[in-house]
């Protein structure tokens, strides 16, 4: 979503920009078509076919089709990297000695290093990754994601910008809270297991209020079920609604809660703590989670440790001691966000990045 934001905000500046993306949907493909220029939301984009159907993404014809054609572009942002449609134009890019920015969007953190296939990530970052990575320059979204790069590379430069993330238009989310007898708390977001979901629904037998917790969001069956059970083993089953996937009114979804809940292991920024603020619904994140200086130095929410006894603790705290905050941060977070994160000043930071590039390069 920040990606085709960040596309469809610097189409409007009147910015060249295409798009090189495959057919992925899943394990599925897109219905669309291909090798063909189609105009989406005013961006220019292009649809490769891919002949794997897992995360490598490898996509001969985009690759063909970047080696003939990237010579005509000042510039090449690569989003996240371990998938072989971004490491392989990156290093058709600079093969071509066309500069790349990239972003890697949490996938070269030492918690990515660490979890799935890190034999495989250690060895390739080993012996190709990192001369790669050395000569891009990155894009990140917080300083913590900056430092923790600094551990493992040394890039050409490096840029902290925040994403890009649709706000909504309905100034009326900026309403006194009414709080109800159960406490509403909200888990958004992909249901993975980097996204501690696993640590709250642990967490919840020590919460001693009356509370409901909804949970949005999709992802792997077998770990959803085995979620599922963890639930009805801590016998909170009958507390929790299980919404699916939320695109359409997350907003008022957002609103209609207490206190949105995120205690990843890990987290380079956090688009939902954004949209949660920007409806004045708080929040209580993982300390790892990048957003995690902001909130705590805007005052607009909590931080806790990854781990049950911290976040219901951290829970039960909220509940019965700050309400006045929660009925403060209703009020004052839309505002604070919009401020923040307008998206035609974000834009300029963004092209600002660009033009220092090419100009340098």
Known sequence: MSVSMLC???????????VFTTTANGTDELP???????????????????????????SPSLLIKLWKEVENYDLVHVHAWWNLVSILSCLVALTRKIPVVLSPRGTLSAYSFANSNQKIKGSFHKFLGRRLLNKCYFHVTSEQEKKALLNIIQPKGMAIIPN??????????????????????????????KKGLDILLNALP????????TIAGSGDEAYIKYLKKLAADNHIDKHINWAG?????????????????????????????????????????GQNVGLAN???????????????????????????????????????????????????????????????IINYD
Not at 307 to 320: D, H, R
């Open 164 to 193: 890009l993330v649709k706000l909504p238009v309905n100034a009326g989310y900026q309403k006194e809270k009414q709080f109800a007898p159960d406490f509403k708390l909200l888990f958004f977001s992909r249901i993975d297991e």
């Open 245 to 285: 996937f939320r695109t359409e009114n997350k907003f008022d979804l957002f609103n209609a809660h207490d206190l949105f809940i995120l205690p990843s292991h890990d987290e380079n920024f956090g688009n939902t703590i954004i949209e949660s603020l920007s409806t004045g619904t708080a929040v209580l994140i």
């Open 32 to 58: 669309v078509v291909i090798n063909q220029p189609v105009n989406l939301d005013g961006v220019t984009v292009i649809y490769f076919t891919r002949i794997t159907k897992d995360h490598s993404h490898f």
């Open 294 to 356: 902001y909130t705590v130095k805007n005052n607009l929410g909590w931080l806790c440790e990854t781990n049950p006894e911290s976040v219901s603790t951290a829970i039960n705290n909220i509940a019965v001691n700050y309400k006045n905050d929660l009925e403060r941060i209703k009020k004052q977070a839309p505002a604070i966000i919009y401020k923040d994160f307008a998206p035609n000043n974000l834009v300029q930071q963004y092209l600002t990045l660009y033009n220092q």
């Open 206 to 213: 020590m919460v001693s209020v009356p509370y409901c917790l």
């Open 8 to 18: 469809e905000q610097l189409a409007i500046t009147g910015a060249a920009i295409t």
